[in-house]
């Protein structure tokens, strides 16, 4: 006799989709809300997970701490309507063993506690033993060892299934963003774990809800496995991080909006035309360094010039006539200020350690 055995799906096979859609309110409030969100986030038939703020470590007291582990029936009982998979984050090992007595499927370390190895190993100890998938948030200060040793952590306490997510960073001063996402470190936290998922947070980067669609997009064209973004029934009305978050409708907009890219490409076309270019890039990226090569040589000379004539090897009004220089040229050229900036940082700090060199020897 033919049986068919139904598979059940794990949530390990639920995160293994891409791109990864988890959503939901930044915090829990009340049932009707929950249960509300869920089935309008539902309803897009665009979310895999469904996220809420149980514990808020909020920065200053005074602001809405959570509701605690009340609403964490509420949540229950929202995957037995839905039956998307929910997820929280947790602080401490009393936060995961109360998230896992009500049957959390996902849990999320957040950026204010990445930054505590104290913490983190509290919530690593809790654990043990238990198979859960864990996310873990970047620090909030721009510190990959922070971010790494969070990894490392969880990981020793045994959990196989750890995915990353990039939420920006905070940096002082106004930026236009509520934390500056600081891409490089994203990537390179990409390169170090390539089989890790990394998810993005346009909602903590933005900070407002104008810039989401342009941060998804940005984070889908980096080949991110997918993205994790608040969405809440009335959100000026929301208890945290109102401007922020968009209403289930809005994400399902959002989300159709974005141009999905995919990172590899079967046709033999598509490869010969991109390996052609790639062999334009490498063959300019050599020029490029034969040049600065010979740059060196004439710093190195003019490095011998001053020497002999007991100058200083910095002279601030000649740096910044370069500077203007290369800012008219890269305008014309489509390079950007920012980027001549960078560029003609480190090719000064080079030349400087030239004429160094040169004068020390
Ligand atoms: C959150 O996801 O609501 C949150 C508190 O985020 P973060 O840890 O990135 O600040
Ligand atoms: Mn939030």
Same mark, same amino acid.
């Given at each position: 006799?033919?049986?068919?055995?139904?598979?059940?799906?794990?949530?390990?096979?639920?995160?293994?989709?891409?791109?990864?859609?988890?959503?939901?309110?930044?915090?829990?409030?009340?049932?009707?809300?929950?249960?509300?969100?869920?089935?309008?986030?539902?309803?897009?038939?665009?979310?895999?997970?469904?996220?809420?703020?149980?514990?808020?470590?909020?920065?200053?007291?005074?602001?809405?701490?959570?509701?605690?582990?009340?609403?964490?029936?509420?949540?229950?009982?929202?995957?037995?309507?839905?039956?998307?998979?929910?997820?929280?984050?947790?602080?401490?090992?009393?936060?995961?063993?109360?998230?896992?007595?009500?049957?959390?499927?996902?849990?999320?370390?957040?950026?204010?506690?990445?930054? %505590?190895?104290?913490?983190? +190993? /509290? #919530? !690593?100890?809790?654990?043990?033993?238990?198979?859960?998938?864990? *996310? $873990?948030?970047?620090?909030?200060?721009?510190?990959?060892?922070?971010?790494?040793?969070?990894?490392?952590?969880?990981?020793?306490?045994?959990?196989?299934?750890?995915?990353?997510?990039?939420?920006?960073?905070?940096?002082?001063?106004?930026?236009?963003?509520?934390?500056?996402?600081?891409?490089h470190?994203?990537i390179?936290?990409?390169r170090?774990?390539?089989?890790?998922?990394?998810?993005?947070?346009?909602?903590?980067?933005?900070? %407002?809800?104008?810039?989401? +669609? /342009? #941060? !998804?997009?940005?984070?889908?064209d980096l080949d991110?496995?997918? *993205? $994790?973004?608040?969405?809440?029934?009335?959100?000026?009305?929301?208890?945290?991080?109102?401007?922020?978050?968009?209403?289930?409708?809005?994400?399902?907009?959002?989300?159709?909006?974005?141009?999905?890219r995919?990172e590899d490409v079967?046709?033999?076309e598509f490869h010969a035309a991109i390996e052609k270019m790639r062999q334009q890039i490498n063959h300019l990226d050599d020029e490029l360094m034969q040049i600065l090569g010979?740059?060196?040589?004439?710093?190195?000379?003019?490095?011998?010039?001053?020497?002999?004539?007991?100058?200083?090897?910095?002279?601030?009004?000649?740096?910044?006539?370069?500077?203007?220089?290369?800012?008219?040229?890269g305008?014309?050229l489509g390079l950007s200020?920012?980027f001549?900036?960078k560029y003609?940082?480190a090719?000064?700090?080079?030349?400087?350690?030239?004429?160094?060199?040169?004068?020390?020897?």
């Amino acid at each position: 006799m033919e049986q068919t055995i139904e598979q059940k799906k794990t949530i390990h096979d639920v995160l293994a989709k891409r791109p990864l859609i988890i959503a939901g309110p930044c915090s829990a409030e009340t049932e009707e809300q929950i249960i509300e969100t869920a089935t309008r986030l539902a309803a897009t038939g665009k979310v895999d997970v469904m996220r809420a703020g149980i514990w808020k470590p909020r920065t200053r007291p005074g602001s809405f701490e959570g509701i605690g582990a009340k609403g964490l029936p509420w949540l229950q009982s929202a995957k037995k309507i839905t039956n998307i998979p929910w997820a929280v984050e947790v602080a401490s090992s009393k936060q995961v063993e109360d998230a896992l007595t009500f049957g959390v499927d996902v849990l999320w370390i957040g950026a204010r506690t990445t930054v %505590n190895p104290f913490s983190v +190993q /509290d #919530v !690593a100890d809790a654990l043990r033993g238990v198979d859960i998938p864990v *996310l $873990i948030k970047n620090p909030i200060n721009p510190d990959l060892e922070l971010w790494l040793g969070a990894v490392e952590r969880v990981a020793k306490a045994g959990i196989k299934n750890i995915g990353l997510i990039h939420r920006g960073f905070s940096s002082y001063g106004n930026t236009e963003y509520r934390n500056a996402p600081m891409w490089h470190l994203a990537i390179e936290m990409k390169r170090r774990y390539p089989e890790m998922m990394m998810i993005n947070d346009p909602s903590h980067i933005c900070g %407002n809800r104008q810039m989401l +669609q /342009d #941060v !998804a997009q940005k984070a889908i064209d980096l080949d991110f496995d997918g *993205l $994790i973004i608040e969405s809440h029934i009335d959100p000026d009305k929301a208890w945290s991080d109102a401007k922020q978050q968009i209403t289930p409708e809005r994400l399902n907009e959002l989300l159709s909006n974005i141009l999905w890219r995919k990172e590899d490409v079967a046709s033999e076309e598509f490869h010969a035309a991109i390996e052609k270019m790639r062999q334009q890039i490498n063959h300019l990226d050599d020029e490029l360094m034969q040049i600065l090569g010979q740059r060196m040589k004439v710093a190195d000379k003019i490095g011998q010039y001053k020497k002999d004539n007991n100058i200083t090897i910095l002279q601030t009004n000649r740096w910044n006539s370069i500077l203007e220089r290369a800012f008219a040229k890269g305008e014309k050229l489509g390079l950007s200020k920012e980027f001549i900036t960078k560029y003609f940082d480190a090719i000064h700090m080079e030349s400087i350690n030239h004429q160094n060199k040169v004068m020390n020897s």
